[in-house]
């Protein structure tokens, strides 16, 4: 059984050359800022968390993003959680050095899953965020993508995040890549589904559009919502969507 925390608004910063883009269903990449300026207007906005998602995880931008979460750690008082072409225990230390406080999996841990298991070791559970892309399947059920969501891996959802979770990752941050960047909503009958079927905390990622869409994925077991795009341009104040939460029965951090 998971245990009930309070609940988190997560923004993500997908960062490509070393700048923040976004776009829908994973393509249009449009620019959406500075890195470390984004950062701060949510640090001081009042996140709880904030993700980077280095998107194209080339070695230079690895190089990059490095410098940038240094440079963010400095800036920032809340945690901060990264992720893209992370495939090793010294990169995940590297970055844990300079200030990161969790590390995202996502491609290199479906490659070897044995890196979940041994960052969690190393580093504890809390450390370990994996990630996971995914589109539902017309017979039922979701698939997990790799590569940015450009690869089919025939791997089921509800089975990998079982498997994550016996090998001691401490949270999963769940996409859908059907819903991204739409603002229709996020998947609520996937939200359930994994949340149901894992004791660990679950990220709600792709889709949020309203309050209303982050009210509903916290009621469906979500225990952070994260979002880019309503964040980003400016539609949802985090300061009014926790006051909303709140008075709608969410226990979260004002």
């Known amino acids: 059984m998971k245990t009930e925390l309070t609940k988190r608004i997560i923004p993500c910063l997908d960062i490509k050359d070393g700048r923040v883009v976004k776009g829908v269903n994973f393509v249009g990449l449009q620019d959406a800022g500075d890195p470390i300026e984004v950062a701060k207007r949510y640090n001081d906005a009042g996140a709880d968390e904030i993700t980077f998602l280095d998107i194209t995880a080339t070695l230079e931008a690895r190089k990059t993003t490095l410098q940038m979460v240094a440079q963010v ?43 979940i298991t041994q960052g969690a070791k190393r580093f504890g559970s809390q450390c370990i965020v994996v990630a996971m892309d995914t589109k539902r399947n017309p017979n039922g059920g979701w698939e997990i993508y790799t590569h940015g969501g450009r690869n089919p891996t025939q791997i089921a959802l509800l089975e990998w995040a079982k498997e994550v979770y016996d090998r001691g990752a401490g949270e ?78 969410i226990a979260i951090r004002t």
């Open 172 to 249: 999963i941050l769940l996409t859908s890549m059907d819903c991204d960047g739409t603002k229709n909503g996020y998947d609520l009958e996937q939200l359930r589904a994994v949340s149901s079927s894992v004791g660990i905390p679950l990220i709600a990622s792709g889709g949020a559009g309203s309050k209303e869409h982050i009210l509903q994925a916290f009621e469906n077991g979500a225990d952070a919502a994260l979002a880019a795009s309503i964040f980003h341009h400016q539609e949802i104040n985090i300061k009014d969507l926790k006051a909303f939460l709140k008075t709608n029965g």
């Open 73 to 115: 750690a400095k800036e920032v008082f809340i945690p901060l959680i990264v992720g893209g072409g992370i495939a090793s225990l010294e990169q995940m230390y590297d970055l844990l050095n300079v200030g990161c406080d969790k590390i995202s999996l996502n491609s290199a841990a479906i490659k070897n899953p044995d890196l």
